[in-house]
């Protein structure tokens, strides 16, 4: 398999000082889809950040499509080649979809990265629209984005990523604040882009549907290293290292390989199918 991110023994630090990532060694192969799972704090947004490019290791090594990423080649003025390759292969989706959003209308904001490419008025028209029906935001066009509520700004923002079809897809905790219909038609599609050969890279809290949308996961500690890197069932079914990281507590149930929360209010009954 073509290795497309390499990482190899990188730590991270804010401000020289926090700690957000130790040690961190992983390659991502083409085609793979692989869960980044961790407590609040623990590092994944921060990894996401380095995968994207958007910053550089304080110490290790990153590289992508086998060139290494560095401040000198990724923060220059000048046109870069590589750099606008990889702007064009990888896509990333924020948690926090307010810092993604910018343009006046919904349609601006899903036409913003077509229109950098050569095509024509009507090529992107037509683009956009097919995005906004297969998103189901049709009626949102002409919206103002920062007006939307949560979820339809986080529909917005997938939107914005689709539309360039990336290679590569990274997604911060992509199904948060999604209504459970909105979730389920989310990680279908995750399932279908992971399907057509599509990179999708998810840091999620949400262990009810890693095992949809990935086949590996990693695990990283409280203390910012990697704990796991192995097949997401096998990390589902470990509750010591689950509850060890601090991604399950000692009221959640377990049924065979699946994680459930009992919903007290319920009386216990599963709100969904159970997965096996
Ligand atoms: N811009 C920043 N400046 C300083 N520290 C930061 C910054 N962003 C993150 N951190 C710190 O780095 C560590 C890792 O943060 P990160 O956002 O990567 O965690 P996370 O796993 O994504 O958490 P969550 O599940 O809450 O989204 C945390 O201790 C956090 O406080
Ligand atoms: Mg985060």
Wanted: a negative charge; charged letters at 25%.
């Amino acid at each position: 398999m073509e290795t497309l991110f390499d990482l190899r023994n990188i730590s991270y630090s804010y401000v020289g000082k926090i700690d957000a990532l130790k040690d961190i060694s992983l390659k991502v192969g083409r085609g793979e889809q692989v869960s980044i799972l961790g407590s609040n704090g623990s590092g994944k947004s921060t990894l996401l950040a380095i995968l994207d490019g958007l910053i550089y290791p304080t110490s290790g090594e990153f590289y992508a499509f086998d060139n290494q990423i560095t401040e000198e080649v990724f923060d220059s003025i000048k046109e870069n080649d590589f750099r606008t390759y990889f702007r064009t292969k990888v896509g990333f989706v924020f948690q926090n979809s307010d810092v993604q959003l910018f343009s006046p209308t919904v349609f601006d904001e899903i036409a913003f990265g077509p229109l950098q490419l050569d095509m024509t008025a009507e090529d992107v028209e037509a683009r956009v629209d097919d995005v906004l029906e297969m998103m189901d935001i049709v009626k949102l066009r002409d919206r103002t984005p920062h007006t939307l509520s949560g979820g339809e700004k986080k529909k917005v923002c997938i939107a914005t990523v689709l539309v360039n079809n990336p290679d590569v897809l990274l997604l911060d905790e992509p199904t948060a604040g999604l209504d459970p219909r909105t979730q389920l038609w989310l990680t279908e599609l995750l399932q279908e882009l992971g399907e057509a050969g599509k990179t999708v890279i998810t840091a999620t809290h949400d262990l009810e549907v890693i095992d949809q949308i990935s086949e590996r996961a990693i695990v990283i500690g409280e203390d910012h290293r990697i704990k796991v890197d192995g097949s997401t069932l096998d990390v589902l079914g470990d509750m010591a290292l689950l509850l060890s990281v601090n991604l399950i507590h000692e009221h959640m149930h377990f049924h065979g390989k699946a994680v459930h929360e009992h919903l007290h209010a319920h009386k216990g009954e599963h709100l969904h199918q159970h997965k096996t």
